[in-house]
């Protein structure tokens, strides 16, 4: 693999330093830290977030369960996948009928989790306002008390440990068509105090995730890297790490699909996952994102498949403007000699053999389908950042392009 900080071509506009890095997460990485969240505790009360059955799950894990059981506070083991804020305005409900007021929030499990433990985070430091309207005035946590999360996540993917960010749902996913006057689907709740104070990402965590969690975690953390690198706010502190984390997947996720026992892929995985958050989280997202949201909201396709599912149009669309990073992307991941305008169909051949498209196909059924969505993936604040404009004409080729590529499948 090219080492991503000498991938940049002589002839490449070099990144520089402009722009600002603010990253107040300490992180531990590697098989085993788990066993230090004890110590990331440090003898304070603490609220414990988890999935619906993960309270039985990692209390049962050899390392974790001893440290688990010997923490002093109350279980909130009811996140599910993709949680609503009316899901969530109850969990802070049950923290506070739980008696617990003060400590630090310890967030175990996938993005969902970590998203959920941050949400929780900030509407009890709110005191009474609900959750949806903390995430549209995110201001309000300026003078507020966020309890510090420490994050465990199990997944390798969403990077949420090492960001500000928590995805806001005011709607189950997968519901199925939706009133002109529903409204978004989703908010972004963002605020420096919800940055986790600790994160310890333990890759063995990872090693028993099923197939399609594997899959579409892996993507997540692919197309957070791509759209870090594409962004106009990249810079010689971020894009090493997005050149990383992409090369990272496109090696390893193909060997922890076919072969779930290998724990070199698994780690692979979980670094790609940290790297990609760490460069999303200064940077943040672009068009692959955006247009997924009603692909996730309409038809309950996993993020990092529906993310995935435009990533190698929205490359070749970006490939017109590249100032020398898409060409490192195409050194460090396809090798010295490759030609940048071969990385959409690198990437389009790579997605097609993991069954991208043809999950988004079995989902749809038909173009016209996923044409009547567009409305729908139109973030403007988002379309403005890459290296190239995203406009309307622009996207209906994309989402076009991406059907002709899941055809082909």
Not at 207 to 220: E, K, R
């Amino acid at each position: 693999m090219t080492d991503p900080l000498h991938a940049f071509p002589r002839s490449a506009v070099a990144p520089t330093l402009a722009g600002a890095f603010h990253l107040p997460t300490r992180v531990r990485f590697g098989r085993g830290v788990r066993a230090a969240l004890g110590d990331a505790v440090a003898g304070r009360p603490c609220l414990i977030v988890t999935s619906e059955a993960g309270r039985e799950r990692w209390l049962g894990n050899d390392e974790l369960g001893p440290v688990l059981r010997g923490l002093d506070g109350p279980w909130l083991d009811g996140v599910p996948a993709n949680p609503t804020a009316d899901v969530l305005d109850a969990l802070v409900a049950r923290a506070r009928e739980e008696g617990w007021r003060e400590g630090c929030l310890v967030a175990i499990g996938g993005g969902s989790v970590l998203d959920a433990g941050k949400a929780i985070a900030a509407g009890l430091a709110c005191q009474g306002e609900r959750v949806a309207e903390v995430a549209g005035a995110p201001s309000w946590l300026d003078d507020r008390t966020v309890a510090p999360i420490v994050a465990l996540p199990t997944t390798a993917g969403s990077g949420s440990e090492v960001t500000s960010v928590s995805v806001v749902w005011h709607r189950a996913p997968g519901g199925g068509p939706r009133q002109a006057d529903d409204g978004p689907a989703k908010a972004s709740l963002a605020h420096p105090s919800l940055f986790p104070e600790i994160a310890l990402v333990d890759p063995a965590l990872t090693d028993t995730l099923p197939h399609q969690q594997t899959l579409a975690t892996g993507l997540d953390a692919m197309v957070q890297a791509a759209e870090s690198l594409w962004h106009r706010q990249g810079s010689a502190l971020t894009l090493p790490l997005a050149l990383r984390a992409m090369t990272l997947v496109y090696r390893a996720l193909p060997t922890a699909l076919t072969q779930p026992d290998d724990k070199r892929a698994r780690d692979a995985l979980a670094e790609a996952s940290l790297l990609a958050g760490v460069a999303l989280s200064q940077t943040g997202t672009v068009a692959c994102h955006a247009l997924s949201y009603p692909l996730t909201d309409r038809y309950g396709i996993s993020h990092g498949v529906a993310c995935a599912f435009t990533l190698a149009p929205v490359m070749q669309h970006m490939l017109a403007a590249d100032d020398g990073r898409l060409a490192a992307l195409a050194h460090a991941m396809l090798g010295l000699d490759a030609d940048p305008g071969t990385l959409p169909a690198a990437l389009a051949r790579f997605l097609s053999q993991l069954g991208v498209g043809a999950q988004v196909r079995a989902a749809l059924g038909t173009r016209e389908a996923l044409l009547a969505l567009l409305p729908e993936g139109v973030l403007p604040e988002r379309a403005g950042k890459g290296l190239r404009d995203v406009g309307q004409a622009d996207r209906e080729r994309i989402v076009g392009a991406a059907w002709e590529d899941a055809e082909r499948t």
